[in-house]
Every structure is written in C-alpha cells, then in structure tokens.
C-alpha cells in the first residue's frame, strides 16, 4: 500500500503541485490522468526519490520513506522515455537494479530470465537498446522496473511512444501482467482509454491539483466539475434548474448563458436532486440522437454546424439555440449534412448529474440503486 499525503511543491518559485493525497491499496493500480504540464511526472520524481517534495509524506507499507535515498525506496519506475542503458545489452538493462542491490549472480540471472520469460523478450537478451523497436523497448523497460520486484511500480506514459495498433496490444498486455503479477502501481497517462482500462481507481489532475478521485465509472458517469467532463469526452452541459419532482423523473429547466430561450427536459431522478436546486448535467456525445422528426420526449430543435472526422466515428455540433451540443456517430449512420435542421434527442437516462460520488454517498445508499457497470461503455444510472 502506497499513500501520498499532502505533498506540495514549488519549483523556481512555480507551484508544481499543490496539496496532493490518494492512496493505493496493494495489488491495485491508480491511473493519474491529467493534460501535459499538470505535474504528474513531477508527482513520480518525489515517489521514487529523484526529487524532494516542500511539503508532505510518502507513505509506502506504512513507513514514511521521505528521507531515503532512490535506492533503497523498492520503487519501480518506467520513464518516460524509456531511460534504457544505450550500450549495455538487454540482459544488463534488466539485472541493472538488482547489480545495485548486490544480489548473488546466480540469482540475478534466475530473476532475469524469469522476467525476460514473462515479457517474452528472453530472445532479445544479446542485443543493444539501438537494435530495438519501440515496443521491444518499452518491455525491456517494464522488465527493468519489474524485477526488483518493487513495493510500487510507477509508470510514466509507458505507451505513448508506440504507433496506435501496437499501443492498443500493449496496454490489454500489460493489463494482464501487472494483475497477474499483483503489482501495486501508478500509472500516467494523458489518454482516457488506457486510463478506463487500467485504472482500479483514476486520479483526474489539473495544474498540480487533483481535481476528481474515483472508479473509472465514476470518473466517467459523474464527473464533479466541467474540466472532468472534458477530460472524459463530455463537452455536453447542461445547466438548470430543478422545476419538479415526481416518483422517479425530474423536469428541468435548462438555463444555460449561451441559450437564447430556455427548454424542459425530463430526467431519471437521482437522490441528490431536490426542488429548485441547480443542477449541471452532463450527456455523453454517444447517447444523443439525431432525427429528422420529433421523436423522443427530450427532443429539441437545432441545426448542423460541423461534422467532424473522429478516428472511427463522426463528432456532428448542433447549434439548439445559441447552444452547442456534440452527438458521435458513425459515418454510416449519419443521413444528414451541414446546415441541416434536426431534433437533438436523448432518454430519461442520458443526462447524468455532475456530482462527483455525492449521489453515492453513504448516506444516500439507501436511496440511490446506482448500478456500477465494470463495463465503462454500458449505461448505468440511479
Ligand atoms: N526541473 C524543472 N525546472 C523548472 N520547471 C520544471 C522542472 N520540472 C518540471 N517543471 C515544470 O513543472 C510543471 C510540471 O511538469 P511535469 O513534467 O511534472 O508535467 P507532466 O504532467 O508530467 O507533463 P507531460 O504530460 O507533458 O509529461 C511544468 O510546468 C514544467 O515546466
Ligand atoms: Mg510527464
């Protein structure tokens, strides 16, 4: 178990980071998911010991480690860039930290080939790092950090410099190699997918603070304020307020600045909801629908302003009075063109709360039949 409490720092007089806490539970990972700049490597550094945190403690198996010394903390790190010995061999790279510790070398090379084996590299064990590619690279720097066999391992954007195909094998691989291994870990990265897959719990930051702990779901369903919601792909807010209440739906008004005329939805209620209160609302591009006739009972009238090519799917922005919303589909799908008039439709159970974990709150458990889905893409709602 790894805790983090309370760490700040400043660097040239910029603060870096500001008052940073989670924790860790063992054989879990936390994914730090944050935009370049927000601190996290930074964060990593003053885990592994590379630089001094102003203020706060390292916790890890209960000890505070602040005073020891990179070598002696039992902290795996991947950087990076990879931060391999360019003229040592593979099998050097990876007996590197255990050479350190002065491990007899019969067990040096026992734990090696067993790592090498695990990351299916043993073949490479002769070679240079420059006769790599990058994905070859990438495990041996795994492999490195692996086999001290650490109390934590921390991973810095281990994937980003790999071509997309071989990103997306990777990061399944590795998932099934740090459960398999048990690892405790913190895992960097800018991209949400790797972060909805490999996370137990995510850590959403932003200028050295983190904004949102939780579940992938939770991050993903309810995030707590509009940099969250951006962050998981959710450009949709709605802000209104809470006209009434009834068994299980609330009707609410949407009020948002750039709206010329506001417009009632209906929505699934949730046990945060309470009459007259504000609330913001967020709506997955993906559960918006767009039709040429009125259909749902949340429909409201708009026009295309732009379709936008996605990867494999189409961002269409409809402009619903002054207000822009964002549906995701597929060019297939799509039957209409720029400057088309359309209905933006959504159910009852697309809008979802910005509440954080609020509407899950222990004392809201009773009321709240939130069901959690480990699938990030099926609905999920109250
Ligand atoms: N040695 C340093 N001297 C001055 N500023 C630094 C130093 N190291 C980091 N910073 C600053 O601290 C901030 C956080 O840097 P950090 O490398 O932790 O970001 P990051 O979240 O890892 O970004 P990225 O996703 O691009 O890797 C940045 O504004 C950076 O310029
Ligand atoms: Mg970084």
Not at 10 to 31: H, K, P, T, W
Not at 44 to 65: E, H, T, W, Y
Not at 166 to 175: Q, S, T
């Amino acid at each position: 178990m790894i805790e983090i409490n309370n760490i700040s720092k400043r660097i040239d007089g910029q603060e870096i980071l500001n008052d940073i806490s989670f924790g860790v539970n063992d054989s879990e990972i936390m994914v730090l998911l944050g935009s370049s700049g927000c601190g996290k490597t930074t964060l990593l550094k003053i885990i592994a010991g590379l630089l001094k945190q102003d203020a706060g403690d390292v916790v890890i198996n209960g000890k505070v480690i602040n005073d020891l010394p990179p070598q002696k903390r039992n902290v795996g790190f991947v950087f990076q860039d990879y931060a391999l010995f360019p003229h040592k061999n593979i099998f050097e790279n990876i007996a590197f930290g255990l050479k350190i510790k002065k491990i007899h070398e019969n067990e040096i090379k026992k734990r090696v080939y067993e790592i090498m084996e695990i990351l299916e590299i043993t073949h490479l064990k002769d070679k240079k790092i420059p006769q790599l590619s990058g994905g070859q690279k990438q495990r041996v720097a795994l492999a490195r950090a692996l086999v001290i066999n650490p109390d934590v391992l921390l991973l810095d954007e281990p994937l980003s410099a790999l071509d997309p195909i071989l990103r997306e094998k990777l990061r399944e691989e590795l998932k099934t190699i740090l459960k398999n291994l048990g690892v405790t870990g913190i895992y960097v990265t800018h991209d949400l997918t790797e972060a909805m897959l490999l996370g137990d719990n995510v850590a959403v930051m932003n200028k050295g603070e983190i904004q949102q702990i939780g579940k992938p779901d939770e991050i993903f369903y309810h995030p707590k304020n509009e940099f969250v919601a951006n962050f998981v792909g959710v450009k949709n807010i709605l802000k209104g307020n809470i006209k009434e209440l009834k068994e299980d739906v609330a009707t609410i008004e949407v009020v948002n600045e750039d709206l010329k005329s506001p417009f009632t939805i209906k929505v699934k209620k949730y046990p945060i909801f309470e009459r007259k209160r504000n609330v913001s609302l967020c709506i997955h591009p993906e559960d918006i629908t767009l039709n040429r006739t009125k259909k749902d009972e949340n429909a409201i009238k708009g026009k295309i302003i732009n379709i936008i090519p996605n990867g494999s799917v189409l961002k269409v922005v409809v402009d619903i009075g002054g207000l822009e919303v964002y549906a995701t589909t597929t060019r297939h799908l799509l039957k209409y063109g720029i400057n088309d008039d359309v209905w933006v439709s959504f159910s009852r159970d697309a809008p979802h709360p910005m509440c954080g974990k609020k509407c899950r709150s222990p004392d809201q458990e009773a009321l709240c039949k939130c069901k959690v889905s480990k699938n990030p893409i099926e609905e999920i709602g109250c």
